[in-house]
């Protein structure tokens, strides 16, 4: 067989339990691939001998006729996942050498249907970023290069954020899939600047145990992949109720690849016009590009209004904060991470976090220590949470008036060259959340799809948002989209030769 | 709103986070500038809106009075920059 | 009586006049519980350090809390005891602060909307003084761990055994007028938690602590400013902070001083309280409701259901004591304080004169139980035995005073109470024979008694106290007046 790293998810699988590939072929070939793409710096952390391990274990499973719905398939894992026994960073210094003794709730589903770990991926800092330049371990670099002319120009190309390390890995085929988690679009985001698909399933649909928290009323994991397809495989294994996580939903798991084809004739799609601002006129035509393949595919395309659209990066950038705020409380030099001296107590908790989190975290963490503090609680906090209940009821109504789902952008622009945003002014760059981030704030599904390449040659995405743990619609819209975009040719392997 | 140096240095403290005099200008040229961007929110017209809680439409489960953790201190201690025996060590506490 | 006007006999005299002293408090009681609030690690105290901690209780990055069931009933159930208003809708929220015992640098607590409103406690402060001191609210949160400062000169151990224990936190409204009512409300509170089990009331373990909130004022004139001693835990102290706090803000006004709103600290060694200026630096505790935590939500059913479980309250157990046994109110309150003790007071009065039971079971048993710091779980005399006693005295088997002697050999040496006194040779004299025989050797051998005691009666006394020497005390008394009476003619 031929790089087996060109298999997608769901051709691999097929593969293997066809015994045409072993998955130890499967694994080596990924492994050679992440060691020839360390200047991507997708990886943090490689675990060759544990897939290696894993692989030999999956090939004896297959041989036996036992395999598992992911047997043998190599993933990568983003640095947010505790893994046992394996490092884990969240990107930030203040983790320092911090090695889990347990497992994250939704990897230890994927290794359950006999998924196998590559290693953990790069990721902005505490997942707060939307490009990757925060991580403590150096900024990843996209597959993708820009147009100029007729070659390349020079400039290394974000993958997004925060699951860029996630996006990478992916778009450049050093794994079949990978982990991610999206707070305010940190999986659509990257996924969308890569070309790949990635979806932040409805609030509750998988667990958060063993993911480090940023935000947690709008946490949730999500697969990234390069097909659709792959992503409903991902997701199925990833999803359920977990009872150490009371915010997870108890409810059944779709088999969501069923999705995959299924007919989105007579299907309603919401086109929110607030969304019109906000994106350059490239993204724009793609998405009356996108508006025109769902209705070619039978779907009944309606105007909405989600009027409080603009009110929710404003509102997330209180909410999130607040809450990383308090969450990141604990990264304090006593029981684990980083320690730097002082004199007593206090002065080692304010130096070991000023050494600690880099300049995004300490600033977030800032804010939301300011928007909760007395005397400005309601100003900014509840304020902000009321708006939430706004935006949200705009969807209520919006689906109660028999919207299937609503498709929108997911970026304004494609992606851009490090260093190139938010230097001078943080906001800057989180205006790249502008059309994931209600998603959040609602606790709705919403997928990212590649839609086509803009002009600078780099990748376009689209935004379908659907009702609460319905996201089996969403592939089966997310797939129609899919087979009518021009399809996507991931970047050739510029990288090896890269010092 | 606007945060001033004083309010800067008394944030940066209640997150306990070390900052060196220089810093705080442009912590606080950077702190305004978020806030003034979450500024139009209160445009908005909120009157009556309950402050949103959970998005999930659901009860939360209970656990039943088991003992079903615990009991793994090396564990607990396994990635601890200064322990004691199976103690947590930090710079002295005055009370 | 309405004893939240001003009683003089409650008041402190300064040098100025007269200080009314105002009390409030919040109470932290354990939640009896295996395990703790948010996660499955053990509840019981002690262990070797950091070995009831789960990775949810030492915060470990992604770590997420789930509700323990028994605890939130236990606070219904102590809620209900409290005669207070149960809410169905509660919400958790998180008090951040940096401490190295907290792990989370937030204790989870309830803020806005306490699982439990408001609601009243009667105590009853003196045999005749009853007083009701309203609650405010009682609500659930996470006790922390131990920070242990004198292992080394430089550096505080942490041990997180503690750390998200359940917790009570009642607190009351500032009803308390005195250190005597201070103590009495936290007795009477003790007493409730341990009836409904939702609490040991162990105070030497921590598991009952104190937060007292003090302040004086003359009187009728507006609440003045309060002080917070943290954590006494013991009930005794508590009245000595109450005593010692108020003269020192009397003291502080009388000199025209102002009083600082502070946390101080009560010093049972020096019987002082002093400033904890070290905890004083402003905390801005930033609540909001915890992210982790839906709501905590249940039906009125739920409530009703545990309420139908839940045992004689001591209120209404002091009430059919009066009622049924026709015992004294504040008797029966002291019968009450323990389930314990009512129980034993209710085995051994059947079928029986319950106030003699409840004068022997106050006055003899406690008595002893006390002198002892024993318990009544671990009397060595059974309700049986008392309930024996009892019996043999009123059928004048005995004497009274026998009883006594017979009460001391059952505590020392056990046994049937009957037997002793049949093998003992302990059984009054009733026979008039012997007791004239006794009474005729005593008036021959002392003539000049004789004829003081027809001049002065009160001298009888003295005879019936030789005439029941004479018989080791079990002379019949009444038998022994009545035929001195005669023979000296008086
Ligand atoms: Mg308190
Ligand atoms: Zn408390």
């Known amino acids: 067989m031929s790089d087996p790293t060109h298999l997608s998810l769901a051709e691999a699988r097929d593969a293997l339990v066809a015994k045409k590939l072993s998955a130890t072929e499967l694994t080596k070939a990924h492994i050679e691939a992440i060691e020839k793409a360390r200047a991507l710096n997708a990886f943090l952390t490689e675990t060759p001998e544990l897939a290696l391990e894993a692989a030999r274990d999956s090939d004896a499973r297959i041989a036996r006729g036992e395999a598992r719905p992911l047997e043998g398939l190599p993933l990568g894992i983003k640095d947010l996942y505790c893994t046992k026994g394996v490092r884990t960073t969240a990107a930030s210094r203040i983790l320092d050498d911090f090695t889990p003794t347990y497992e994250s709730t939704v990897s230890a589903n994927l290794w359950r249907d006999g998924a196998l770990m590559l290693g953990k991926l790069n990721l902005d800092e505490f997942a707060m970023g939307s490009s990757n330049e925060t991580s403590a371990f150096g900024p990843v670099v996209s597959p993708w290069r820009r147009k100029k002319g007729e070659g390349f120009d020079d400039a290394k190309i974000v993958p997004g954020g925060s699951s860029g390390g996630s996006s990478a890995a992916v778009a450049a085929r050093l794994a079949l899939g990978a982990t991610a988690t999206d707070t305010g679009g940190s999986i659509r985001q990257p996924a969308a600047f890569t070309g790949t698909v990635g979806i932040k399933p409805t609030y509750g649909r998988c667990s958060r145990w063993g993911i480090v928290a940023f935000a947690s009323s709008l946490d949730q994991a999500g697969p990234i992949t390069r097909t659709v397809r792959d992503a409903a495989i991902m997701l199925r294994s990833m999803a359920g109720h977990d009872p150490k996580d009371t915010t997870s939903v108890d409810a059944p798991v779709p088999d969501y690849e069923a999705a995959i084809g299924a007919s989105v004739k007579g299907r309603r799609i919401g086109i929110p016009k607030e969304y019109r601002i906000g994106g350059g006129a490239e993204i724009n035509a793609l998405w009356d590009q996108g508006v025109a393949w769902l209705r070619d595919a039978g779907a009944e395309i309606v105007e909405i209004s989600l009027p409080h659209t603009r009110f929710a990066l404003p509102a997330y950038y209180i909410i999130a904060p607040a809450e990383a705020s308090s969450n990141l409380a604990r990264y304090d030099g006593v029981r684990y991470g980083l320690r730097e001296k002082g004199r007593d107590i206090a002065d080692m908790y304010e130096k070991t976090r000023a050494k600690g989190f880099g300049a995004e975290v300490r600033r977030r963490v800032m804010i939301g220590a300011y928007v909760l503090s007395h005397g400005y609680y309601d100003a900014f906090y509840v304020r902000a949470q009321k708006i939430r209940s706004l935006i949200k009821r705009d969807f209520d109504e919006a689906f109660a008036a028999g919207v299937d789902a609503v498709l929108t952008p997911a970026t304004p622009s494609t992606a851009f060259a490090q260093g190139e945003k938010g230097a001078a002014d943080p906001v800057e760059m989180y205006l790249n959340d502008i059309f994931t981030v209600t998603v959040n704030m609602a606790g709705l599904p919403g997928i990212a799809v590649p839609g086509g390449l803009g002009a600078d040659g780099l990748p376009l995405g689209l935004q379908l948002i659907g009702r609460p743990f319905d996201e089996a619609t969403l592939f089966s819209l997310a797939a129609a989209l899919e087979s009518a975009a021009p399809k996507i040719d991931f970047p050739q392997p510029w990288w090896t030769d890269a010092k | 709103m606007s945060v001033d140096q004083a309010t800067v240095r008394r944030i940066a403290h209640l997150a306990r986070i070390a900052v060196e005099d220089q810093e705080v200008e442009r912590l606080g040229a950077e702190l305004n500038a978020i806030l003034d961007f979450v500024a139009e929110l209160s445009s908005v017209d909120v009157e009556g809106v309950e402050p949103l809680t959970s998005v999930l439409p659901m009860q939360m489960k209970k656990r039943q009075d088991v003992v079903t953790d615990g009991g793994f201190a090396d564990a607990i201690l396994a990635n601890a920059p200064e322990k004691d025996d199976h103690y947590f060590v930090v710079p002295k506490v005055v009370e | ?490």
């Not at chain 3, 942490?158 to 936190?169: F, K, P, Q, T, Y």
């Open chain 3, 1 to 490: 009586m309405n004893t939240r006007e001003t009683q003089p006999s409650k008041l402190l005299k300064g040098a100025t006049g007269d200080w009314e002293v105002v009390v409030g408090m919040e109470i932290h009681a354990q939640v009896t519980s295996k395990a703790k609030l948010f996660s499955g690690a053990s509840a019981e105290y002690g262990g070797e350090p950091n070995n009831h901690v789960s990775l949810v209780d030492a915060a470990m990055p992604g770590m997420l809390p789930v509700i323990n069931e028994e605890c939130v009933k236990q606070a219904i159930r102590t809620g209900l005891g409290l005669q207070a208003q149960i809410n169905l809708r509660s919400v958790f929220d998180r008090k951040n602060y940096f401490y190295p015992d907290l792990p989370q640098g937030y204790q989870i607590s309830q803020y806005k909307h306490p699982i439990v409103g408001e609601g009243e406690v009667i105590v009853d402060v003196t045999p005749s003084e009853r007083i009701t001191v309203g609650i405010e609210r009682l609500h659930l949160e996470q006790d922390a761990g131990k920070s242990i400062h004198d292992l080394s000169a430089t550096e505080s151990h942490v041990d997180l055994n503690r750390s998200g224990v359940a917790l009570m936190e009642i607190v009351s409204k500032p009803d308390i007028r005195s250190a005597e009512e201070a103590r009495a409300y936290v007795s009477k509170l003790r007493t409730i938690l341990r009836y409904i089990g939702s609490c040991d009331g162990n105070m030497e373990q921590g598991s009952l602590r104190a937060d007292v909130n003090v302040s004086v004022r003359k009187p009728g004139a507006p609440f003045g400013t309060r002080c917070e001693i943290k954590n006494v835990n013991s009930i005794r102290f508590i009245g000595q902070a109450v005593e010692v706090e108020a003269r020192r803000q009397i003291g502080i006004l009388e000199d025209g001083g102002v009083i600082a709103q502070e946390t101080r600290l009560f010093d049972p060694g020096k019987g002082e309280t002093r400033s904890m200026r070290s905890k004083e630096e402003a905390h801005d505790y930033r609540y909001f409701p915890d992210p982790d935590l839906l709501p905590l939500e249940f039906d009125q059913a739920y409530v009703d259901a545990l309420k139908v479980e839940l045992p004689e309250l001591p209120d209404e157990k002091r009430a059919r004591f009066v009622a049924d046994y026709g015992l004294p109110p504040y008797d029966a309150g002291v019968l009450v304080a323990e389930r314990a003790s009512a129980d034993f007071f209710e085995e051994a009065a059947k079928g029986r004169d319950a106030k003699l039971v409840a004068n022997w079971v106050i006055n003899e048993l406690f008595g002893r139980l006390n002198k002892e710091g024993l318990d009544i779980t671990r009397s060595p005399v059974s309700a049986a035995a008392i309930g024996a006693i009892v019996d043999l005295i009123s059928t004048s088997v005995i004497s009274g005073k026998i009883g006594k002697d017979l009460f001391e050999i059952v505590w020392q040496e056990g046994g049937d109470p009957r037997e002793i006194v049949e093998t003992r040779g302990l059984k009054q004299v009733t026979d008039t024979g012997a007791i004239e025989k006794a009474i005729d050797e005593i008036i021959a051998a002392n003539p000049d008694k004789v004829a003081q005691a027809k001049a002065k009666p009160t001298m009888l006394g003295w005879f019936v106290g030789q005439v029941m020497k004479a018989t080791g005390g079990k002379a019949n008394p009444q038998a022994v007046n009545e035929l001195l009476k005669s023979r000296l003619g008086v």
